[in-house]
């Protein structure tokens, strides 16, 4: 009886843990002309969204990315789409928060 309690015990916390474990895809580089820009899946997620809010539209998966203007996000396309201003900073003359060189 201990036996079977103690493996019931066992697997519960098993499946606790994987269900709490961490949803993201880890830092994405994209290699750029005017500095490199890193996405961070953690801090997104910090953010509540779901992989959902994201993929598969408007982002495809890394194999699948297609380049983007800044003019194309400031017109909301990609990550001006949240980065707007409103719901999140806006992507006009941010440069030095995602550019990194």
């Known amino acids: 009886m ?3 309690l ?10 606790a843990v994987n ?10 580089t994209m ?10 899946h ?3 997620t910090q ?3 779901s992989c959902q809010s994201c ?7 890394a194999e699948k990315h297609q380049a983007i203007t800044m003019k194309q996000m400031e017109q909301g396309k990609s990550c001006g789409l949240c980065h707007d201003g ?7 003359g941010s440069c030095n928060v995602c550019h990194k060189r």
């Open 42 to 44: 953690d801090i997104h």
């Open 19 to 28: 269900l709490a474990a961490k949803v993201g895809g880890g830092d994405v």
């Open 6 to 15: 103690f493996l019931a015990i066992t697997l519960i916390l098993i499946l």
């Open 31 to 40: 290699k750029n002309s005017f500095g490199n820009t890193v996405f961070s």
């Open 55 to 61: 993929h598969p539209e408007p982002y495809l998966t």
């Open 47 to 49: 953010k509540n969204l």
């Open 86 to 92: 409103k719901q999140a900073f806006t992507v006009k």
């Open 2 to 4: 201990r036996r079977v």
